[in-house]
């Protein structure tokens, strides 16, 4: 009795040593081994190995994590996703398998699939457990800007900001969400910060631009849009706005220049070549190439029909093709200009009392009629202000021009124009002595030179 005793001890004895030694000697090895296969590369090997493990024991949660890790980096995310799956509703971690990093592998998963908001769980998740996490903070606040959220967004990249004051690229999204909801002194602050602490970022620079150009700080804007060319994202939509600055100070050579770029890297048409081609047509319009803007204006066509008023502008300037009259008069350079606008006057059989060219694009004439009718009657001035601008005459300039009617003793205006008049014009001039002449009228005069 005391030997099967003593044998049945022994037994259990040698039992529970090859246990401890398959658990506490063997089977580390093992995972050991399959690791060092994964940091190897060898990842079907490690699939295989890591596969015969769970085979032996479904619930072994680190074979499980071996066989994940084996399959994600093996790009086999399907796999993957299951075997992190099955960790997480099996909830076993430990210092080999943490939970940290299978949610963190499963939202990498989830956004190699682009499910957002099942990433985003993830990483909310990751918080619950490490709040200090800044990297995973600002993970979620870029998802939370992705989907649209940009107030919560906005929340979390002040949460990290508050752990890393120096994070730039918080500075810069919250900056920009600043920006997007009009509190630009509150996103120059982020947007500044942003690039101090990175001055690779150039995206901040490209709004820090914005914001100087809607202050009218068009010299800073420049600078600012000239950095943020350097950002491969924001290099078309930065050209646009400096192009747009330089013509808003009046160097239109310069931003031809800075447009012209824009187009010849134009890779597929889109709002922002759209814009850059508008823009362009708009500098070439001012320095009355009208081809190469008529050029610009049908590309845009082919894309967009009804982009802005480019198809009136077309049908404005379709007699440059069929009238070489009206090319001539639309093209002419300044002091060309001036000499078929005194030649007009003669065909209106007027003579001139004074001349006087307040632009390239606009003369005011003040005439007489060349004989009276009547050997004793009163000669009276007529006043007339010729225009070759791309834009409707408004009720405006109608209206300056009876006070100046006025001031010359005038008893008629007569205003002609390239283009045509607006209807508030129209209906001022119809019952005062005022005459329109629009494009067609204008066609008739130049047909008498």
């Not at 089977?27 to 050991?32: E, F, I, L, N």
């Not at 769970?54 to 066989?67: I, P, Q």
């Not at 606008?341 to 009392?353: D, E, P, T, Y």
Request: aromatic share 10%; charged share 25%.
């Amino acid at each position: 009795m005391g030997l099967g005793v003593y044998i049945i001890f022994i037994g259990l004895l040698f039992a529970g040593l090859v246990y401890f030694f398959i658990k506490h000697i063997v089977a580390p090895r093992k995972v050991d081994h399959i690791l060092k296969m994964i940091e190897a590369g060898q990842f079907k090997k490690a699939i295989n190995e890591a596969q015969t493990l769970v085979k032996k024991n479904e619930r072994d949660h680190r074979a499980h994590f071996l066989l994940a890790e084996a399959y994600f980096h093996n790009k086999q995310m399907e796999e993957a996703m299951i075997e992190f799956k099955f960790l997480t509703k099996l909830h076993k971690y430990d210092d080999r398998v943490k939970e940290e990093r299978v949610r963190n592998r499963l939202a990498e998963i989830f956004l190699h699939y682009g499910q957002l908001e099942e990433a985003q769980k993830e990483f909310l998740l990751i918080i619950r457990l490490n709040p200090s996490n800044s990297d995973i903070l600002f993970k979620i606040a870029t998802l939370f800007w992705e989907r649209n959220y940009a107030e919560n967004a906005y929340n979390y990249f002040l949460k990290v900001l508050k752990i890393n004051q120096k994070h730039a690229a918080s500075h810069c999204y919250a900056g920009i969400i600043l920006y997007n909801i009009n509190k630009d002194q509150e996103a120059v602050q982020h947007l500044t910060a942003a690039v101090k602490f990175d001055p690779m970022l150039h995206k901040a620079s490209y709004y820090l631009g914005l914001i100087n150009r809607k202050n009218n700080n068009l010299h800073q804007a420049v600078n600012n849009f000239t950095d943020a060319q350097k950002d491969i994202e924001f290099k078309q939509r930065a050209r646009l706005s400096k192009g747009q600055c330089y013509f808003e100070l009046g160097d239109v050579n310069k931003a031809i220049i800075e447009l012209e770029g824009g187009v010849k890297d134009i890779t597929q048409e889109d709002n922002i070549s759209l814009a850059i081609r508008y823009s362009l047509a708009a500098c070439y319009e001012q320095i009355r190439d009208f081809p190469s803007a008529i050029e610009q204006w049908e590309r845009i066509t082919t894309c967009k029909p009804g982009y802005n008023d480019v198809l009136e502008k077309l049908s404005m300037y379709q007699d440059l093709r069929t009238n070489d009259q009206m090319k001539d008069f639309l093209t002419a350079s300044n002091t060309a200009f001036e000499q078929i606008c005194r030649k007009m006057i003669q065909a209106m059989g007027f003579h001139i009392v004074k001349f006087n060219a307040t632009s390239g694009n606009h003369t005011v004439i003040l005439a007489a009629e060349q004989e009276s009718r009547w050997r004793n009657s009163k000669v009276s001035n007529k006043l007339i202000h010729i225009f070759r601008e791309s834009h409707p005459i408004n009720e405006q300039t109608i209206r300056e021009m009876q006070e100046e009617m006025k001031r010359n003793n005038a008893n008629k205006a007569i205003c002609i124009t390239s283009t045509k008049f607006s209807p508030g014009a129209r209906d001022f001039a119809s019952a005062r002595p005022i005459d329109l002449i629009d494009k067609s009228g204008l066609a008739s005069i130049l047909k008498k030179i």
